[in-house]
């Protein structure tokens, strides 16, 4: 058996749903926006170490769910979380700390391993690249939420 973050975490929010999705194969239409606009943006980031047009593919990625109807947050729509993207988008190039080298290869990297019981657990990281000239794993965020720069008391 596979195991994932999200699978673990599902079960633990509501086994019975668990038991639907990965045991019985049913998928929930997903109609919350922030989700499926992370999902957009990270494609837009892909075109940007791609040396694409990111703003572009934003725009069209994004674009699929213009008229449909999802879930907002407060206070959100979709022509403000398209413009929030590009404000991302545009402060990524502007600073250019982030680097991915070979983004074919370091972008959404799949890792499996092996755990005692013989089962796999998998897990995925956004990036492997560079911030500031140093290596690291990237997990991207494009909450408005501000986050504290580290834990209290280091």
Known sequence: MIYSYSQISQYLRCPRGYRHRYLGGWREKDSRAA???????????????????????????????????LEYSSGADWAKLFRQGIELLERLAQDDRVRV???????????????????????????????????????WKTTSSRYPEGPDGL
């Open 101 to 139: 080298r070979q983004p074919r290869h370091n972008l959404q990297v799949k890792l499996t391993r092996t755990l005692a019981t013989g089962d796999e657990f998998l897990s995925y990281i956004d990036a492997v690249g560079e911030l500031d000239g140093t290596p690291c794993l990237i997990d």
């Open 35 to 69: 989700l499926l606009f992370g999902r957009c943006f990270e494609k837009a980031l892909e075109a940007y170490f791609l040396h694409e047009d990111s703003t572009v593919v934003l725009s069209q990625e994004w674009g699929v769910y213009r008229e449909a109807p």
